[in-house]
């Protein structure tokens, strides 16, 4: 039973590029959460999406961050014109349910931005 | 707005002492609170949760105890182990649908042999 899954694990992008970082759930899973760590601080909640849907986006940046979760396929964290202060490690996590439910976590992207 | 607050951020102990972590969150809605360990470049692990119906729970040699009426929880490692160094999460869920996960700023523990 693998678990979350993430992709690219390293990913290096100059100033004004764009990033797409890629979250694949647990097996079951329908419950997507991204996060954001700085170096050295704790991890920020980003946006949270079930299949389709965005639920809550109260922690994103209001421009040149979006969110996805497609019906079939990973779910897509897209950062246009990367700044250096992008540069973080982005993790998502999935659960199983909505409500209270435990979140694992995938093995996170480190994003550089030059 | 919703806040936790993590004490220590850094502490010290040597093999086989008990290390105790402490948070404080802002949000009475709260009704979860799992803890995470950190190792240096690798994803958060759930180590152990408690729900806002228990003011204890233990598994082995960890243990995490809450009072809701204070709006504390902490975090007990006994008889500590160099393999338990990493930095420690808490969260505490956020009120409404979303149970997105409210994070402190983390402990760095170094367990000295």
């Known amino acids: 039973n693998a678990g979350v899954m993430q992709n690219p694990r390293h990913l290096v992008r100059r100033r004004g590029q764009e990033a797409r970082l890629r979250c694949s759930p647990m097996?079951?899973?329908?419950?997507v959460y991204w996060y954001r760590q700085l170096p050295e601080e704790g991890l920020k909640f980003m946006v949270y999406?079930?299949?389709?849907?965005?639920?809550?986006e109260s922690g994103m940046p209001k421009e040149r961050f979006s969110a996805e979760f497609p019906k079939e396929g990973p779910s897509i964290l897209r950062i246009q014109q990367v700044v250096r202060g992008d540069s973080a490690a982005y993790f998502c996590?999935?659960?199983?349910?909505?409500?209270?439910?435990?979140?694992?976590f995938g093995p996170g992207t480190r994003l550089l931005v030059l | 707005g919703e806040n936790v607050e993590q004490h220590p951020s850094t502490l010290s102990v040597q093999e086989g002492d008990s290390a105790v972590i402490k948070c404080t969150y802002s949000?009475?809605?709260?009704?979860?609170f799992p803890w995470y360990k950190q190792e240096l470049g690798k994803r958060p692990q759930l180590i152990i949760d408690?729900?806002?119906?228990?003011g204890e729970k233990k598994d082995q040699r960890i243990a995490v105890t809450l009072n809701k009426t204070a709006k504390h929880f902490s975090l007990h490692i006994t008889e500590t182990q160099p393999e338990d160094s990493a930095v420690y999460f808490c969260?505490?869920?956020?009120?409404?649908?979303?149970?997105?996960?409210?994070f402190g700023t983390g402990t760095l523990l170094a367990v000295q042999p």
């Open positions: 408690i729900r806002s119906n228990v």
């Open positions: 996590a999935s659960s199983r349910l909505a409500g209270i439910e435990t979140q694992y």
């Open positions: 999406l079930q299949k389709e849907n965005i639920i809550d």
């Open positions: 097996k079951g899973h329908s419950h």
């Open positions: 969260a505490a869920s956020s009120r409404g649908a979303t149970n997105k996960l409210i």
């Open positions: 949000d009475s809605a709260s009704n979860y």
